[in-house]
C-alpha cells in the first residue's frame, strides 16, 4: 500500500500529481467540485482535507477509533460526516479540525452516507440492516427505516424530493418517502449483493449495481427494470453522471465506462493484476479501485480511489 492520492488527465492516462499523507489505506473521500477541495479517509483514523489546483493537503483530522468507512463533505459549511466500525456517525468541524457531534444508534458498522447540510438532514445506512434519517440541528435520530433482511450497502437520495432508494445484501432495492417514513416499492431482479445506488435528480429513474455482474436500470415511477447492463464483472461500486449518460463501474479487476442508455462499455481501465507493488503505464498503480465520483457532463472531473491509495483522474473535454 502506498497510501497516496493521485490526479490524473484521463485523456492521456498519465499522472498529474500525487498526494501524500496518509499512512494506510485510503478508505473513502469527498469532492465539492466547485470549491476545488475533497476529504479523504483512512485506516490511519486520519481525515484529511485536500486543496486539488495545488495538490496540497491543509487540514489533517485525528479520529481516534474511528476510521472513516464512508463520508459526506459539504465545504460551504465546513462540516464533513463520516460512518465507521464503531457504528457511530460523527460530525466534524473541518476548519478547525475537531468532532462537533457523535450520532448514535446504529448497532452494526455504517457503511454509507448522505448530507443535505441545508435542510440539516443526513442519511445512513448500516449493517444492522436499517437505514437511520438524522436531523442534524437536533444530533439525534429522527426515523429508523426498516426492510431490508440483510446488510445496507448504498443509499442515494434527492433530498428536494424527499426519495432516497437504498440497496442491501438480500438483493434488493427499496424505495423511500423521506416524508412519510415508509416505503414506497421493492425491486427485485439482482441475484447477489446491491453495492451501489444511484437515484436521479428528481426521483424518477434508478440505477443500481450488483456483484452479480450487472448494472440495472429502473423507472422508479413504473417500478420497473428497463435496461440491463452485463458488466462481465462484480460491481463492487459505481458512479453516474446522469446528464451524461455515463457510468463508471467499480471492480477488483478494472474500472469500466459506459453509456448506460446504449449499453456500450466506452473505456477500461485496469485494476488488480495479483501482484501487489506492480506500476501500470504511465505511472499508475495495478491496484482495485473500491470507489469512484464522477462530477458533471461539462466539466467530466473524475474522481476514483483504492484501499492503499487513491486514483484521481480529471479528463477535459
Same mark, same amino acid.
Given at each position: 500500500?502506498?497510501?497516496?492520492?493521485?490526479?490524473?488527465?484521463?485523456?492521456?492516462?498519465?499522472?498529474?500529481?500525487?498526494?501524500?499523507?496518509?499512512?494506510?489505506?485510503?478508505?473513502? *473521500? !469527498?469532492? #465539492?467540485?466547485? =470549491?476545488?477541495?475533497?476529504?479523504? %479517509? /483512512?485506516? &490511519? +483514523?486520519? $481525515?484529511?482535507?485536500? @486543496?486539488?489546483?495545488?495538490?496540497?493537503?491543509?487540514?489533517?483530522?485525528?479520529?481516534?477509533?474511528?476510521?472513516?468507512?464512508? *463520508? !459526506?463533505? #459539504?465545504?460551504? =459549511?465546513?462540516?464533513?460526516?463520516? %460512518? /465507521?466500525? &464503531? +457504528?457511530? $456517525?460523527?460530525?466534524? @468541524?473541518?476548519?478547525r479540525g475537531e468532532c462537533v457531534s457523535t450520532l448514535e444508534g446504529?448497532?452494526?458498522?455504517?457503511?454509507?452516507?448522505?448530507?443535505?447540510?441545508?435542510?440539516?438532514?443526513?442519511?445512513? %445506512? /448500516?449493517? &444492522?440492516?436499517?437505514?437511520?434519517?438524522? @436531523?442534524?440541528?437536533?444530533?439525534?435520530?429522527?426515523?429508523?427505516l426498516q426492510g431490508h433482511s440483510d446488510k445496507v450497502y448504498a443509499i442515494d437520495a434527492d433530498f428536494p424530493t424527499m426519495r432516497a432508494v437504498s440497496g442491501s445484501g438480500d438483493c434488493m432495492l427499496r424505495l423511500w418517502d423521506l416524508r412519510t417514513r415508509t416505503c414506497l416499492a421493492t425491486l427485485t431482479g439482482h441475484t447477489d449483493t446491491?453495492?451501489?445506488?444511484?437515484?436521479?435528480?428528481?426521483?424518477?429513474?434508478?440505477?443500481?449495481?450488483?456483484?452479480?455482474?450487472?448494472?440495472?436500470?429502473?423507472?422508479?415511477?413504473?417500478?420497473?427494470?428497463?435496461?440491463?447492463?452485463?458488466?462481465g464483472l462484480p460491481v463492487t461500486y459505481f458512479s453516474v453522471d446522469w446528464a451524461g449518460g455515463r457510468v463508471a463501474t467499480c471492480s477488483t479487476q478494472a474500472t469500466k465506462f459506459w453509456d448506460f442508455n446504449a449499453g456500450t462499455c466506452d473505456c477500461i481501465l485496469p485494476g488488480h493484476s495479483g501482484q501487489v507493488g506492480k506500476e501500470a503505464r504511465n505511472g499508475a498503480h495495478v491496484e482495485a479501485v473500491t470507489a469512484i465520483v464522477i462530477n458533471s457532463a461539462d466539466e467530466h472531473d473524475i474522481v476514483a480511489w483504492q484501499e492503499g491509495h487513491l486514483d484521481c483522474e480529471q479528463c477535459s473535454r
Amino acid at each position: 500500500m502506498d497510501c497516496t492520492m493521485k490526479l490524473w488527465d484521463l485523456e492521456r492516462e498519465t499522472c498529474m500529481q500525487t498526494l501524500r499523507g496518509h499512512a494506510d489505506g485510503v478508505l473513502t *473521500l !469527498a469532492v #465539492d467540485w466547485a =470549491a476545488r477541495y475533497a476529504v479523504s %479517509g /483512512s485506516h &490511519d +483514523c486520519t $481525515l484529511r482535507m485536500w @486543496d486539488l489546483d495545488h495538490g496540497i493537503c491543509v487540514q489533517e483530522i485525528s479520529a481516534v477509533d474511528h476510521p472513516a468507512f464512508c *463520508l !459526506a463533505f #459539504d465545504y460551504q =459549511a465546513k462540516l464533513a460526516l463520516t %460512518g /465507521s466500525w &464503531d +457504528c457511530n $456517525l460523527k460530525l466534524w @468541524d473541518i476548519e478547525r479540525g475537531e468532532c462537533v457531534s457523535t450520532l448514535e444508534g446504529h448497532t452494526g458498522p455504517v457503511k454509507v452516507i448522505r448530507l443535505h447540510w441545508p435542510s440539516r438532514l443526513a442519511l445512513s %445506512g /448500516s449493517y &444492522d440492516s436499517t437505514v437511520r434519517i438524522w @436531523d442534524l440541528a437536533q444530533g439525534t435520530c429522527s426515523s429508523t427505516l426498516q426492510g431490508h433482511s440483510d446488510k445496507v450497502y448504498a443509499i442515494d437520495a434527492d433530498f428536494p424530493t424527499m426519495r432516497a432508494v437504498s440497496g442491501s445484501g438480500d438483493c434488493m432495492l427499496r424505495l423511500w418517502d423521506l416524508r412519510t417514513r415508509t416505503c414506497l416499492a421493492t425491486l427485485t431482479g439482482h441475484t447477489d449483493t446491491v453495492s451501489a445506488v444511484s437515484l436521479q435528480r428528481g426521483a424518477q429513474r434508478s440505477l443500481s449495481g450488483s456483484l452479480d455482474l450487472t448494472v440495472r436500470l429502473w423507472d422508479l415511477d413504473q417500478k420497473l427494470c428497463l435496461h440491463v447492463l452485463n458488466t462481465g464483472l462484480p460491481v463492487t461500486y459505481f458512479s453516474v453522471d446522469w446528464a451524461g449518460g455515463r457510468v463508471a463501474t467499480c471492480s477488483t479487476q478494472a474500472t469500466k465506462f459506459w453509456d448506460f442508455n446504449a449499453g456500450t462499455c466506452d473505456c477500461i481501465l485496469p485494476g488488480h493484476s495479483g501482484q501487489v507493488g506492480k506500476e501500470a503505464r504511465n505511472g499508475a498503480h495495478v491496484e482495485a479501485v473500491t470507489a469512484i465520483v464522477i462530477n458533471s457532463a461539462d466539466e467530466h472531473d473524475i474522481v476514483a480511489w483504492q484501499e492503499g491509495h487513491l486514483d484521481c483522474e480529471q479528463c477535459s473535454r
